[in-house]
């Protein structure tokens, strides 16, 4: 059996920051609902694109590993705001990477995208077809954002994070996995103008817009979640109690409170950055999974649980075995352009269009 290790893992966090006080300013929201019924503090802006948040996330990822692009044979990047649909944002990321010789592939199942991608990489390691890849998540949520709706506009960052597997003998990695979409009321949660559904010979088409029944979505994904995890607990044959990290989807502190309530889980076992990010789609559980080794809430071999859920309405869990590693094997200089402006700054003109 090849197993798929994960031996690198790196992240992006675009420098500019919109708080909450910020957002007052240009919506009609204020700190004190935003922390006491989402818990995010603040979230990123980035000044450039998917791929770029992307590349940086991946060469981390790689540095952390030890190993150069030309050694992955696989670059698969979980997103639901490419930089460009053709050709598809993975291409560009392989090509930053040098990793000419990697297949490339956009994965898009919305926030539970980068577990998907996971898990579709380790299966393809478990059966021998490849031996090296990266998978990440990286998303520019606010690009899709409409600022003068304060029910959406305080919920999503931008970011990236990203995770390389190797195929190795050792029993670590992805070890069990289970995914799914419950389709049974699919528009509670979608973009809209974009895609071509759009008649566009007869209609303008005007911004895009992230629309959602929040309480609904709020349901169905601490049960779906919850379910999941249980699911995968029975797969892996473990107790909840074997289990050391649990690493959900970052969209709302309550939501991460309910499963962790649903699951019995002590507070010290959970990852949370929600503060500091907001629901960034895609790239919360790569980056939670950095942070958690940054903190060292994950240690070696330490038994983790992650879940997720998004538009579709995807879900995913999945069980992972960390390895003895928890320190790079190169502190990697991969870093983003800097940045001139404020967080309010770069959503000036959206802010201004979507008042219009
Ligand atoms: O992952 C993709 C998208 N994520 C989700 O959809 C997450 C799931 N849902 C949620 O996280 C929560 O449902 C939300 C955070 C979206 C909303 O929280 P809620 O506790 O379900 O609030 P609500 O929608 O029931 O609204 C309660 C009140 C309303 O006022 P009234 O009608 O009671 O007077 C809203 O108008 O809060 C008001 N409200 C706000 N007030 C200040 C809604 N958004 C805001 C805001 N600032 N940003």
Not at 25 to 36: C, L, P, Q, Y
Not at 38 to 52: K, L, M, N, Q, W
Not at 56 to 76: H, K, R, S, T, Y
Not at 157 to 172: N, P, R, T, Y
Request: with cysteine.
């Amino acid at each position: 059996m090849n197993y798929a290790k994960i031996t690198g893992w790196g992240k992006c966090i675009p420098p500019a920051k919109l708080s909450n006080d910020d957002l007052s300013t240009v919506v009609d929201t204020n700190d004190e609902w935003i922390k006491t019924r989402t818990g995010i503090s603040e979230r990123r802006i980035s000044h450039v694109s998917t791929a770029e948040l992307a590349t940086v996330a991946a060469q981390q990822a790689l540095d952390c590993a030890g190993i150069n692009g030309d050694e992955i044979d696989l670059v698969l990047l979980a997103t639901c705001s490419p930089s460009t649909l053709v050709a598809n944002t993975a291409s560009l990321v392989q090509k930053n990477l040098n990793a000419t010789g990697a297949a490339a592939c956009d994965v898009n199942a919305a926030c539970s995208g980068f577990l998907y991608a996971l898990q579709n990489a380790t299966a393809q390691i478990n059966a021998g077809m490849i031996k090296k890849a990266v998978i990440i998540g990286a998303e520019r949520m606010t690009w899709y954002v409409n600022w003068s709706k304060r029910d959406s506009a305080v919920l999503f960052g931008d970011g990236a994070g990203a995770v390389v597997i190797e195929a190795s003998e050792e029993k670590s990695g992805l070890l069990a996995s289970k995914t799914g979409c419950d389709t049974s009321n699919r528009d509670i949660l979608h973009i809209t103008n974009f895609g071509t559904d759009i008649n566009k010979y007869d209609q303008p088409v005007g911004p895009s817009d992230l629309l959602f029944e929040g309480r609904e979505v709020f349901k169905r994904a601490v049960k779906g979640m919850a379910e999941a995890c249980d699911d995968v607990l029975e797969q892996a044959n473990l107790a909840l109690d074997d289990i050391n990290v649990l690493i959900p989807h970052q969209a709302n502190l309550r939501i991460i409170q309910a499963i962790q309530q649903k699951l019995s889980v002590s507070d010290d076992k959970v990852m949370v950055n929600i503060q500091n990010y907001g629901n960034t789609s895609a790239a919360t559980i790569p980056i939670a999974i950095c942070e958690a080794v940054e903190q060292g809430l994950i240690q070696s071999n330490s038994k983790i649980m992650s879940a997720a859920f998004g538009a579709g309405l995807t879900w995913a869990a999945s069980y992972i075995q960390w390895s003895d590693r928890i320190t790079p094997i190169k502190i990697s200089n991969a870093t983003l352009p800097d940045c001139d402006k404020t967080g309010l700054e770069l959503i000036n003109q959206a802010v201004l269009a979507c008042k219009n």
